[in-house]
C-alpha cells in the first residue's frame, strides 16, 4: 500500500479540522445559523478550501452520519441468516442503538435532526435515501419475512419499512428530548417488538 503524500496527509487534516469546527459551531449556535463563512473563518482557511472536500453545509454533519451506514454492512455479516426476519430486524436496530448512544450522541444526532428539518436541506436527502445501506438490509429481511409467512402480505414492503423506520426514528427524538435515564437500545427493542407483532400473519 503507498503512503500518502504530505500534500494528501494536509488535505485529509484540513478536512478534519472543517469537520470538527463545523461540528462545534452547529451544536453552539445551531445548523440553520452557522454559515460556511464562519466555518471557514474558525479554520482559518478560504471557502475554496471548504467546498473542495464538502459541496455543503449538509455534507459535513453528513460524513460523520455515513459512517454508520457503513458499520450496518458489517452487523449484517454477523446476524444468523437462520434466525426469522423479526429477529434481524431487532438484532440489527439494537447494535444501531448501541452505536448511537456510544459512538455518535446525542450532540451530533441532534444537529443531524434540525438540519433535516430546515428548508435548506432537499426534501430528497440523505437521511431518507433508499440507496442508504439501512434501507437495502430492512427491505431484504421484510421480503423474506413475506418470502417465508411470517410476515402479512397485505402490505407492501416499501410501506412495511416505512413503518420500522418510524420506530427508530421516534425513539432516537424521545432519547434526545429525555434525560440520560432513557436507554435508547431497550426502549427501542420493546416499540419495535411491540410494531413487528402487528405486521406478522399470527400474532403471538
Do not use: P, W
Given at each position: 500500500?503507498?503512503?500518502?503524500?504530505s500534500r494528501?496527509?494536509?488535505?485529509l487534516e484540513t478536512r478534519e479540522k472543517l469537520l470538527k469546527a463545523s461540528l462545534d459551531l452547529f451544536n453552539k449556535h445551531g445548523f440553520e445559523h452557522v454559515s460556511v463563512e464562519q466555518?471557514?473563518?474558525?479554520?482559518?482557511?478560504?471557502?475554496?478550501?471548504?467546498?473542495?472536500?464538502f459541496p455543503s453545509k449538509y455534507?459535513?454533519?453528513l460524513e460523520k452520519f455515513k459512517e454508520l451506514d457503513s458499520f450496518y454492512g458489517s452487523v449484517e455479516?454477523?446476524?444468523d441468516r437462520t434466525l426469522p426476519a423479526s429477529?434481524?430486524?431487532l438484532l440489527l436496530y439494537q447494535e444501531q442503538m448501541k452505536y448511537l448512544t456510544n459512538i455518535v450522541?446525542?450532540?451530533?444526532?441532534?444537529?443531524v435532526y434540525t438540519a433535516a428539518m430546515t428548508n435548506q436541506v432537499e426534501q430528497d436527502h440523505y437521511l431518507i435515501n433508499p440507496q442508504r445501506m439501512i434501507f437495502q438490509i430492512m427491505n431484504s429481511y421484510i421480503e423474506e419475512g413475506i418470502q417465508l409467512g411470517e410476515f402479512r402480505h397485505d402490505i407492501e414492503v416499501n410501506q412495511i419499512q416505512a413503518i420500522i423506520q418510524r420506530c427508530m426514528r421516534a425513539n432516537v427524538y424521545d432519547w434526545l428530548i429525555?434525560?440520560?435515564?432513557?436507554?435508547?437500545?431497550?426502549?427501542?427493542?420493546q416499540f419495535t417488538a411491540i410494531v413487528l407483532d402487528g405486521l406478522k400473519v399470527e400474532n403471538k
Open positions: 500500500m503507498n503512503s500518502l503524500t494528501q496527509k494536509k488535505a466555518i471557514t473563518k474558525a479554520c482559518n482557511v478560504s471557502k475554496g478550501t471548504f467546498y473542495t472536500h455534507d459535513v454533519i455479516k454477523n446476524i429477529e434481524k430486524i450522541g446525542k450532540d451530533l444526532l441532534r444537529t429525555h434525560n440520560e435515564n432513557f436507554n435508547l437500545a431497550a426502549e427501542m427493542a
